[in-house]
């Protein structure tokens, strides 16, 4: 039989991977990185501007972040008319940098608001892991996770792998079917592409041609009008993102029509 002949140690450590309570109160505090996530129009936007609000209203003081937002311009918005001015993250961008910079003009960042985050690079991602294990910032992205060829966006795969929470929003979105939705399908006139550049930043509701951009914004400036015009995106079943039925007009004979 072994005999214990250290009276100071304690058996029951090494059963146990948690610290002891003293111990613990000696480590360091770090914030937490939280991932929200669904398809397009499920409200991530809103969530991440409604957020932002309670935190301030709490006497917090963040940054918003954003990376191609469907405006086109440095501002996080949300389809229900909803917007807030932000910093435009760009491919190069060092988000500590940033933060760095609101610290040198005498600004205190608890938290960030980083929304359309599944553009931003695998770098960048740990970059928000750097901010809540060395300067205690609470991070909070919101984002799709998988682009058109309903593949993981390189954002979303690394948030995946290091966020401390992830949670899907609950906002349920329907395909045209009745079911729920859950793939972006990138859709030209009534055809659902497969092939394509990844970053292709479009809204769900196709613009009137000759009208401009309305709430439809091409990030390649190399492609032209008349193909932005008739690019958009819609929500799918899981049935019909494989066979690329984006179902009936709305707008053809025996259809409701809404005026």
Partial sequence: ???????????????????AAAWRRDMPVTGRVKFCYGPMDCGKSTLALQID?????????????????????????SRIGITRRALEVEVDTDVRALVRQAWERGKHVDYLIVDEAQFLSSEQVEQLTDLADEACID??????????????????????????????????????????????????????????????????????PGTGSVGEVNSD???????????????????????????????????????
């Fill in 1 to 19: 039989m072994t005999v214990l002949h250290d009276d100071d140690s304690d058996p029951t450590d090494a059963l146990s991977p948690v610290p």
């Fill in 53 to 77: 609000h309670n935190l301030a209203r709490q006497g917090r003081q963040g940054l918003l972040l954003v990376r191609h937002d469907r405006s086109g311009t440095a501002q996080i918005s």
């Fill in 139 to 208: 991070v909070y992205c919101f984002g799709i996770a998988t682009d058109f060829r309903s593949e993981l966006f390189a954002g979303a795969r690394r948030l995946f792998e290091l966020a401390d929470e992830l949670q899907p929003v609950q906002v349920e979105v329907l395909c045209w079917c009745g079911r729920p939705g859950r793939f972006n399908a990138r859709v030209r006139d009534g055809v659902v592409l497969r092939t394509g550049d990844t970053v292709y930043v479009a809204d769900t509701a196709p613009s009137t």
């Fill in 221 to 259: 400036t190399t492609r032209s009008s008349t193909e932005t015009a008739t690019v958009r995106y819609q929500v799918l079943c899981r049935r019909h993102f494989r066979l690329g039925e984006v179902g009936p007009d709305a707008s053809g004979p025996g259809q409701l029509q809404l005026t």
